[in-house]
């Protein structure tokens, strides 16, 4: 057995989950399939210029229709978890009214064969394909969509409660309301700047509609979150440069943790919230079996110029390797994340990292083999940081490698790979890197020492 596999597993406690994580837009493909409303995913790719290879999901994986070979690959990974998505316009093609019956089979067969395979399901309720009619009708702009998410909730788990092991309602709410809806980078790309706050609260509505009518329900899962969490340091040590750090932790950290972890809005932008927010704040901050956290790596912060619309710029923190999409590679800023979470947040659930993964665009050698030794070494780097985390106090519970397979990478459309399998996006045709491998390795190791 390889020193980084036994390095990897060194520190984390027993019980501790591996899984790996996908997302619906990004994999599945089938964009009309069986009755799929559209949804914003779909209008965006649509458009000219949005995507910088001109890319779309229609196709991605074509997982949709190979999800049985898929769910080998999973099987043969070994780990304890898989975590997916289901998307919204497969279930409820506009998004009220009855269940689409053939959209939400699909969810169905794979969460038996999930289970058949030994494999626990993780089914993020949303994770960014808002059906195109919500969109129409104001988005998360408005509050009837959190409404009608509360709904589409129940209705999911009315089928899938008996089964899934942990639900994360809302994937990243702080990145959809940020690239989303204050800038245009992602679906819808409103570009409203400050005025996308609203955004916020009914994404954090939703998830506490969401979890309400999971409880109701009465799933035999766990609920949690699944949110991306970066910590923000300023890019010199000036005393402008360490307030516009601290603006970006309150706007891109607090504002998502604060309502669910302590049922308020941080002071700063609590005036922007709609109302009425002390009754939404007692749904959105109902306790939660564990809190998803996504890390990939630190913002690095500067004051903006005089006269901009906004105060901070994000810049690059430097002096770090980085992956193939350029962000930084720095596994203490897992450990310090999760230390300050735990710090911060008193009666935090126990953590599972829900994401954390890195794009490498490593591809098959002429023998076939897909050496993706910088991944290995980025994987072991980052479980290592989350023991140093557990050593200094933070409870983490598991850790979701993004993602099982090279996808759709929303804006960068194929060209950041994310994969621990390779996938050929002309044939299709998946084969398992050696960081597949590494990662069985690891899970076995991590059984056999705490057999
Ligand atoms: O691919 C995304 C995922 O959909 C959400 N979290 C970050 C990943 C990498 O950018």
Redesign the pocket.
């Known amino acids: 057995m390889s020193s980084t596999v036994q390095r990897a597993v060194g520190g984390l406690p027993p019980g501790f989950l591996f899984g790996t994580s996908t997302?619906s837009y990004?994999i599945e493909g089938a964009a009309t399939a069986d009755g799929k409303g559209p949804s914003i995913w779909d209008t965006f790719t649509a458009e000219p210029g949005r995507i910088v290879d001109g890319s779309t999901g229609d196709v991605a994986c074509d997982h949709y229709h190979r999800w049985s070979e898929d769910l080998e690959l999973i099987r043969r990974l070994g780990a304890d978890g898989y975590r997916f998505s289901i998307a919204w316009p497969r279930v409820q093609p506009s998004g009220s009214g009855p269940v689409n019956e053939a959209g939400l089979a699909f969810y169905d067969r794979l969460v038996d064969g999930l289970l058949e395979a030994g494999v626990q399901p993780m089914a993020t309720l949303y994770?960014?394909d808002l059906p195109q009619a919500l969109e129409d009708g104001g988005g998360w702009l408005s509050r009837d969509t959190a409404l009608r998410f509360g709904e589409y909730a129940a209705l999911v788990a009315d089928r899938l409660g008996d089964r899934v092991a942990h639900w994360c309602p809302v994937?990243?709410p702080n990145?959809v309301t940020m690239n989303g809806y204050a800038l245009t980078d992602l679906a819808p790309a409103r570009g409203l700047l400050f005025d996308a706050l609203p955004v916020a609260h009914h994404l954090l509505l939703g998830h506490g509609l969401a979890v309400q009518a999971l409880r109701a329900a009465s799933v035999s899962g766990q609920i949690g979150t699944a949110t991306?969490h970066q910590p923000a340091w300023p890019l010199s040590g000036s005393e402008a440069d360490a307030a516009a750090a601290a603006f970006v932790d309150t706007l891109w950290n607090r504002l998502f943790a604060d309502p669910v972890l302590l049922g308020r809005y941080p002071d700063e932008l609590a005036a922007a919230m709609p109302g009425p927010v002390a009754e939404d704040l007692a749904l959105i901050s109902q306790p939660l079996d564990f809190y998803g956290l996504?890390y990939?790596n630190p913002i690095g912060v500067r004051a903006a110029p005089e006269g901009s619309p906004v105060p901070f710029e994000n810049g690059e923190v430097g002096g770090y390797p980085t992956t193939g999409?350029g962000w930084p590679i720095v596994p203490a800023g897992l450990t310090e994340l999760l230390t300050d979470f735990t710090a911060r947040y008193p009666g935090l659930p126990p953590i599972i990292l829900t994401?954390n993964?890195c794009?490498f665009d490593t591809g098959p050698d002429d023998d076939g083999v897909v050496d993706d030794q910088a991944r290995i070494d980025y994987l072991d780097a980052h479980l290592r940081a989350v023991a140093d985390a557990i050593a200094a106090g933070a409870d983490v519970r598991g850790y979701y490698c993004?993602?099982l397979m090279d996808?759709f990478?929303?804006a960068d459309g194929y060209t950041?790979r994310?994969g621990l399998v390779h996938v050929d996006f002309d044939t299709l045709v998946r084969t398992p890197k050696r960081s597949f491998d590494w990662y069985a390795d690891v899970v076995r190791a991590y059984r056999a020492g705490t057999a």
Do not use: D, T
Request: aromatic content about 28%; glycine content about 4%.
């Open positions: 997302a990004q994770h960014w994937n990243e990145v991306n996504n990939y999409f994401e993964g794009s993004w993602s996808n990478e929303w950041q994310f």
